[in-house]
C-alpha cells in the first residue's frame, strides 16, 4: 500500500506541468499553435528501432518518413471540388482579395475554376447510376429512366426536387395510414358482427409465432425452379 | 346452421329480444401471395436520391492514389461473380396466364375458385372466394381453415394470420338462399412454394387487385378498402 501511494504526488505534479494529451502522447499545449503551422506529428510510432539497425536505416529512414509525412499531409488536407463556405465566410474571402491577401484553399479553388470547374475532378455533369453496373435500378427495371425529371446541381433545382420528393412521399404515407386504419376499423365490425360465442373465440389473440419460411421480398426474383428443387 | 331444440326454445321463450332465427354464416378466405420483388420506385423520388447523392460527392474530400492504393490491395482477391438476374416480367406477365404464381411478381395475388357458391343460384358457377358454411366447429377460424384445405389438399403452406376475421359483408337472399346472410373474410398468406393443386371446382384463377374488382363489381367499393394495393 505504502509502494502504491508513493508515486502519486511525483505524478501529480508531472501532470500538471507538462499535459499530455490522451491521444497523441504530445504534449497538450493548444495556446501556442498558430493556424497555418505545420502540426507537430506524435514521433512514437516512427520510432526507429533497435540500437543495431540505427547505422544502416538512418539514411534511408528519413527519406521514408519524408515521404510517409508527405502521405500524411495530402491526406489530411484533401481537397474537394466545391469548398463548404458559409455566407459570412465567403464575404471575408471577398473582402481578403480586395486587400490582396488570398489563402491557399482559395488559391486553389480558382486553380480548379481554370482548369474547367468540378468536371475535372471527377463530378460528372449528366446523372450518375446507382448500384454496381448492369445490377442498378434502371436496368433492373425498377425506375422508368425516361420519366425522371431533368435537372442542374443548383441549390434551386435541389429544393424543387426535395418539395417533390417530399409531397410524394408524404402522400403515399397519408395514403397507406388511411388504408390500415381502415383495415382496422372493418376487422372491429366485423368482429362485433359475430354471434357471442364466435366473438369470444376471435377476441382470443393469436400468439404462435409467424413461419419463419415466409418469402421476403427481393431485388430480383428467385429462378423459376429453384424452389421445388429446394424440398 | 342447426341448433339443438332445447336452445332453439329457449331463444323463443327467453326476454333477451334478438331475432330468433339462427342467423347463417360464411367463412371465406381471402389467400394472397405477397410479392417477391420490390416494388417500382417513383422517378421523383429517384431523382431526389441520385441529386443529393451528386451534391454531397462534390463535397467529398478527394485522397491521394497512393493511399487508395494501400486499402484496395490489402482486401481479398479479385473474383468476378458472373450473375444474370432473373427478369422482374416473367413470362406468365407476356401471356397473361393468370393461373400461374410467377405473374405480377410486384403486386400481391389472391386466389378465385370458379364454381359453386354458397349465395349463387343453384347450379349456375361463379366466381368466389373459398368458403364454407359455418356448422358448430369451435372457431369461424377453424371453419376458414377447412375451407381453404379442402380446395388446396395441405394446410402446409399457408398462413392463417390471426383468429378474427378482416371484414364482413352481409349478403342479400339470391337464387337459393332465401334469408340474408353473413360473409366473413379471414386472411392468410402462402409461404413459400409457387404450385398449388386446386381440386373441388371447375377454375381457379389468381388475380391481382384491380382484376378482382372487375370480378365483383357489385361489392367493388367493400373489396377494395377491404384489400390494400
Known amino acids: ?231 | 346452421m342447426r341448433r339443438s331444440l332445447a336452445s332453439a326454445a329457449r331463444q323463443l321463450a327467453g326476454t333477451r329480444g334478438f331475432c330468433s332465427k339462427p342467423e347463417k354464416i360464411v367463412a371465406s378466405v381471402l389467400f394472397e401471395r405477397l410479392p417477391v420483388v420490390l416494388p417500382k420506385i417513383d422517378p421523383v423520388v429517384y431523382a431526389f436520391q441520385e441529386f443529393s447523392f451528386r451534391w454531397r460527392q462534390q463535397y467529398r474530400r478527394r485522397y491521394p492514389d497512393e493511399f487508395l492504393d494501400m486499402s484496395k490491395s490489402k482486401g481479398k482477391g479479385d473474383y468476378q461473380i458472373e450473375y444474370v438476374p432473373a427478369p422482374r416480367i416473367t413470362e406468365a406477365d407476356k401471356t397473361n396466364d393468370k393461373k400461374s404464381l410467377q405473374r405480377a411478381l410486384d403486386r400481391r395475388l389472391y386466389l378465385l375458385l370458379y364454381g359453386n357458391s354458397y349465395g349463387a343460384p343453384s347450379g349456375k358457377p361463379v366466381w368466389h372466394f373459398p368458403e364454407k358454411v359455418y356448422e358448430s366447429e369451435e372457431t369461424l377460424r377453424k371453419c376458414a381453415e377447412s375451407a381453404l384445405n379442402s380446395v388446396i389438399g395441405d394446410l402446409s403452406d399457408t398462413y392463417f394470420v390471426g383468429n378474427a376475421p378482416m371484414g364482413h359483408m352481409v349478403m342479400q337472399p339470391t337464387g337459393n338462399v332465401s334469408e340474408p346472410y353473413k360473409q366473413f373474410f379471414f386472411k392468410s398468406q402462402v409461404i413459400a412454394t409457387n404450385k398449388f393443386n386446386i381440386g373441388k371446382c371447375k377454375d381457379f384463377i389468381w388475380v391481382t387487385k384491380d382484376e378482382l374488382l372487375e370480378y365483383f363489381p357489385e361489392q367493388a367499393e367493400f373489396l377494395s378498402k377491404m384489400i390494400i394495393s
Open chain 1, 1 to 231: 500500500m505504502i509502494r502504491i501511494s508513493k508515486p502519486k504526488p511525483l505524478l501529480t505534479l508531472t501532470h500538471q506541468l507538462l499535459q499530455r494529451c490522451t491521444v497523441s502522447g504530445t504534449a497538450k499545449g493548444k495556446a501556442k499553435l498558430k493556424s497555418g503551422q505545420p502540426l507537430k506529428r506524435s514521433k512514437i510510432s516512427s520510432k526507429k528501432g533497435g540500437p543495431q539497425k540505427d547505422g544502416d536505416s538512418s539514411g534511408q529512414g528519413g527519406r521514408i518518413q519524408d515521404e510517409k509525412q508527405r502521405l500524411y499531409h495530402e491526406c489530411l488536407n484533401a481537397p474537394t471540388p466545391v469548398r463548404h463556405l458559409t455566407p459570412r465566410e465567403r464575404a471575408r474571402e471577398v473582402e481578403r482579395e480586395k486587400m490582396g491577401l488570398m489563402s491557399k484553399e482559395r488559391q486553389r479553388e480558382v486553380e480548379i475554376l481554370k482548369k474547367g470547374g468540378r468536371k475535372a475532378l471527377g463530378v460528372p455533369d449528366d446523372p450518375m447510376i446507382i448500384g454496381t453496373p448492369g445490377l442498378d435500378l434502371i436496368t433492373l427495371g425498377l425506375v422508368d429512366a425516361d420519366k425522371i425529371p431533368k435537372y442542374e446541381l443548383t441549390v434551386e433545382d435541389g429544393r424543387r426536387l426535395a418539395k417533390e420528393y417530399s409531397r410524394v412521399l408524404m402522400r403515399k404515407h397519408r395514403a397507406r395510414q388511411a388504408a390500415e386504419s381502415t383495415l382496422l376499423r372493418l376487422k372491429k365490425e366485423a368482429i362485433e358482427a359475430l354471434p357471442e360465442k364466435l366473438k369470444q373465440a376471435a377476441l382470443v389473440p393469436d400468439l404462435a409465432p409467424f413461419p419463419a419460411n415466409r418469402f421476403m421480398a427481393t431485388l430480383t426474383p428467385p429462378i423459376e425452379g429453384y424452389i421445388e428443387k429446394m424440398y
